[in-house]
Structures are given as C-alpha cells and as structure tokens.
C-alpha cells in the first residue's frame, strides 16, 4: 500500500512540476514580450526603424494577455500537488525543540494526533474545494480576460486537493497503527535511528 501511495504522490508532485515550470516559461516569456514592447514603442525604435516596430507590435509582440489568470490557476494546482508528497514525507515545517526531549510513546502519539488533524484538515479542503468547484460550474463564471470557465481551475485543483486528502487519511492510519503497535511502519528520519 505504501508504494501506490507513495508512487501516486510523486506522480503528483511531477505533475505539480511541470506546471510550476510551464508557469515559469510563460512568465518570463510575457516579461520578456513586455519589455520589446516597450522598448519597439519607445523613442529609439520609432527614430530607428519605424517600419518595423510597427510590424513587431503588429503581429502581438508584447506580454502575453491573461497571463495572471492562468498564473493564479496554475499555482493553486501545483500548491495541492505538492501536498501528498509533503505528508507521505513528512516534509511539513516543524519546532521540534521541546519534543525531542519526549519519551518515544509521546512523540508517537504527538505525530498521530498531527497526522489526524492534517488528514481532517485535507479532508475539508477538499470537500470545501468540491463545493466551490460545482457553484463555479453552475454560475458559469469565467476569467476575466481569457474568458475560460474558472471551473476548470477549481477542478484541476480538486484532484490533486483529493489526492492530498487520500494520502493524509492513509498517513493518519499508519501513524495510528504505529501508536498502537508500537513498530515503525513508515520510517522517515524524525524518530532517529531505526
């Protein structure tokens, strides 16, 4: 079981990769469109070579339109993508300064209790991302210059928000069979040597 979830959050997290990099191309690629355009309508360009300003602005020299849109969408799906591999990893930010001087069975149970609280938590956003993805659909609404149903990004989001999800109440079931049990089922290097 460990391995598909394993194997599905870094599937995830390639994927969430990918778009981040796409993101970043499209980003430069309308920074870079906006300086030419700004530079073909500057003074210099025009006593220069007019002609040919005129053509590069033309044939859409400039930033890319509605590149925020699908910047905004883009990270909020590569944010939930990220998350099944931080939680399988346990790569989440922690202050272990007063824990590590704990008895093994309180960290134990420290770490299970965190990884129910991240799995409810995972579970709502996911239900509460599937709410907004269906109003989106149902009203219609689209982005503001590029005009696609918002939808699309809510239910792009949804996906890897459920794949998160999954993955947290899987972590959670392992953290509570390892309070339980008292074996390592899943090591990650927080509890010290195995």
């Known amino acids: 079981m460990h391995k598909l979830m394993m194997g599905l959050a870094r599937t995830m997290a390639m994927v969430g990769g990918v778009v981040l990099s796409l993101l970043i191309l499209l980003t430069c690629l309308s920074i870079a469109g906006r300086l030419l355009n700004g530079g073909l309508h500057g003074a210099l360009m025009q006593s220069i070579a007019p002609d040919l300003a005129e053509w590069l602005i033309a044939i859409g020299v400039g930033p890319i339109n509605g590149d925020f849109e699908i910047v905004e969408a883009g990270?909020?799906?590569?944010?939930?993508?990220?998350?099944?591999?931080?939680?399988?990893?346990?790569?989440?930010?922690?202050?272990?300064?007063?824990?590590?001087?704990?008895?093994?069975?309180?960290?134990?149970?420290?770490?299970?209790?965190?990884?129910?609280?991240?799995?409810?938590?995972?579970?709502?956003?996911?239900?509460?991302?599937?709410?907004?993805?269906?109003?989106?659909?149902?009203?219609?609404?689209?982005?503001?210059?590029l005009e696609f149903p918002v939808w699309w990004a809510y239910a792009a989001s949804l996906v890897a928000a459920g794949v998160a999800a999954l993955v947290g109440i899987y972590m959670a079931a392992v953290r509570t069979t390892e309070f339980m049990t008292g074996r390592i089922l899943v090591w990650d290097g927080v509890e010290g040597e195995q």
């Open 75 to 145: 990270v909020a799906f590569a944010i939930f993508a990220f998350l099944p591999l931080c939680q399988i990893t346990a790569g989440h930010a922690s202050v272990d300064i007063v824990t590590n001087s704990f008895p093994r069975g309180a960290k134990r149970f420290l770490r299970m209790v965190t990884e129910i609280v991240f799995a409810a938590v995972l579970v709502l956003i996911a239900v509460r991302l599937g709410a907004g993805t269906l109003s989106k659909f149902q009203n219609g609404e689209t982005s503001f210059l």
